[in-house]
């Protein structure tokens, strides 16, 4: 009879926690500028929910996991499915949010920021963005100005 290898006997929440290792920590946000660029939590979950059918289980039923690994520079996608796809993963989870926003940004990255603030600024726990382009007319960035309950 053949034994499973020992990687597929790990218990779920161990499981889990291995997996949450992998993404943004306190760490992440603490340092002027990103600590760590290739830190890139969003491909990691996508590419470790590929090993097998109980991994991939695992990841898409871990909302914190996804609430921890939205990064704008990685949502950067042609259309705002994948987007709405990873929000509606986090479910009520509080989220962090990092990425820049700026000229060269897609109208569509800066317009999914804009609305996570206006439909989830209460959600927010972490935030890191860069702007190089403040959209000065948008009064959605007095958004800014309200306390997050989380931040």
Request: net charge negative.
């Amino acid at each position: 009879m053949a034994e499973f290898p020992w990687i597929s006997r790990i218990n779920d929440d161990i499981l889990g926690l291995i997996f949450l290792h992998n993404t943004l920590h306190d760490d992440d946000f603490a340092e002027l500028g990103f600590s760590n660029p290739n830190n890139v939590c969003l491909i990691t979950a996508r590419d470790t929910s590929q090993v097998c059918s109980r991994w991939r289980s695992a990841i898409l039923n871990s909302p914190l996991l996804w609430a921890n690994i939205i990064d704008l520079d990685h949502l950067n996608q042609q259309n705002d499915h994948w987007t709405i796809e990873v929000i509606e993963r986090t479910k009520t989870c509080p989220l962090s949010v990092r990425g820049h926003l700026g000229m060269r940004q897609r109208d569509y990255v800066s317009s999914f920021f804009m609305d996570l603030l206006s439909k989830h600024w209460s959600r927010f726990r972490r935030l890191q963005i860069y702007v190089t382009n403040p959209w000065a007319d948008d009064r959605r960035w007095d958004t800014l100005e309200r306390p997050a309950p989380y931040l």
